[in-house]
């Protein structure tokens, strides 16, 4: 009689669930925690997920930016400081005209952006380097400013501007590959000759 109701109890328990398992799995999901961390297949969906917005609130409001005027490092600071200079002393620089009547802020956003993610992950601090090398990154930094005010864009608008299929910048774009490549040569020939 007993060995039968033993029987009885394991045919039954095979077919009810496990409540130990399932309280510790439900345990386990109200203690987990978002992550921040992006994975690969996330920030990729989030980049086109932020594109998607971009071109439908553009649709939206009926902003017509020039081609490819998206985000760049150096014709925005650009027209932020003519737009200042404009409403300040009354000139006429030239501006993008979307830009005419709000100044465009994304430099801005690069700099506040950066500085709250080194705060927020303790890596902010004054560091002072070498004087040559200081000397040498603001005087390239400079030139590389310059270069891009010549051409108009920074690198990543050049990108754009090369997907919209302007085959000038297509052109600019393959020297920077190839200043990037020969860059990498001369750090590494340097490397190998230290050791």
Not at 84 to 111: E, Q, W
Request: proline fraction near 4%; include cysteine; aromatic fraction near 12%.
């Amino acid at each position: 009689m007993e060995q039968g109701n033993q029987s009885r109890i394991a045919r039954v328990s095979k077919w009810l669930p496990n409540f130990r398992t399932i309280g510790s799995k439900v345990r386990s999901w109200m203690m987990w925690r978002p992550s921040i961390k992006l994975s690969g297949n996330l920030a990729l969906i989030t980049g086109i997920t932020i594109g998607v917005l971009a071109a439908v609130v553009q649709a939206y409001f009926g902003v017509q930016p020039p081609a490819g005027e998206g985000i760049c490092a150096i014709s925005h600071p650009a027209d932020l400081v003519n737009w200042f200079v404009d409403k300040i002393a009354g000139t006429n620089f030239v501006t993008h005209d979307i830009f005419v009547t709000v100044p465009v802020l994304t430099s801005v956003g690069f700099i506040l952006g950066s500085f709250i993610a080194a705060v927020r992950n303790k890596e902010f601090k004054f560091r002072r380097g070498p004087v040559r090398d200081n000397m040498l990154a603001f005087i390239l930094g400079f030139l590389i400013i310059n270069v891009g005010m010549l051409w108009g864009s920074c690198p990543i608008r050049t990108a754009i501007l090369a997907s919209y299929g302007m085959w000038f910048a297509v052109l600019i774009l393959g020297m920077m590959v190839l200043g990037v490549v020969a860059a990498c040569l001369y750090i590494k020939w340097k490397v190998r000759r230290a050791s």
